[in-house]
């Protein structure tokens, strides 16, 4: 998506702010159109509805991406090269994830478990205040080694297993 706009932006040489306001009052409508086409999970379609599903939003998603490029001055053949590779990408992926959801649900929510564990190990480090040369002055690692520690912190605690996963 990023470089779907990013080319856009090449081309016509509008400000990135101007094309995201248009953006944004494109899509929050066209939201609200594509609410009534997905019911809540427990009744969750078949493969064949969720593919036809999944046309539909693509080809309103795409709509709406023309109209408010075109309206910048955007080429919509060049629109169309971009969207078409970038269509067919998204409906495979959520369309098979749809369906490996409805089939096996408790590996999604395991595999999901395990994306969002590495996720947190790559992020929570640092959101706490763990750098690549230990803890940074004034966050919360640094008070919290104050406090908890003091100077030395021991060998394989909680604190030095946070502070290895930010240096590593």
């Not at 919360?140 to 604190?159: D, E, H, N, R, T």
């Amino acid at each position: 998506m990023y470089q779907f706009i990013e080319k856009v932006v090449e081309q016509c040489g509008i400000p990135l702010c101007t094309i995201l306001k248009h953006l944004g009052n494109a899509f929050s409508t066209l939201f609200e159109k594509l609410k009534k086409l997905f019911p809540p999970p427990s009744e969750a379609p078949g493969h064949e509805k969720r593919m036809d599903k999944m046309n539909t939003t693509l080809d309103r998603v795409e709509e709406c991406f023309l109209q408010v490029f075109s309206k910048l001055g955007v080429s919509k053949e060049f629109l169309q090269s971009l969207t078409g590779p970038l269509k067919t990408a998204v409906k495979y992926v959520v369309v098979t994830i749809g369906d490996i959801w409805e089939q096996h649900p408790y590996l999604v929510a395991i595999l999901l478990c395990i994306a969002i564990g590495m996720i947190l190990s790559q992020c929570l480090p640092a959101i706490l205040g763990f750098g690549p040369l230990g803890p940074v002055k004034g966050g919360i690692a640094a008070w919290l080694q104050g406090w908890v520690f003091g100077g030395a912190v021991p060998a394989g605690s909680w604190f030095a297993i946070l502070q290895h996963l930010a240096m590593v």
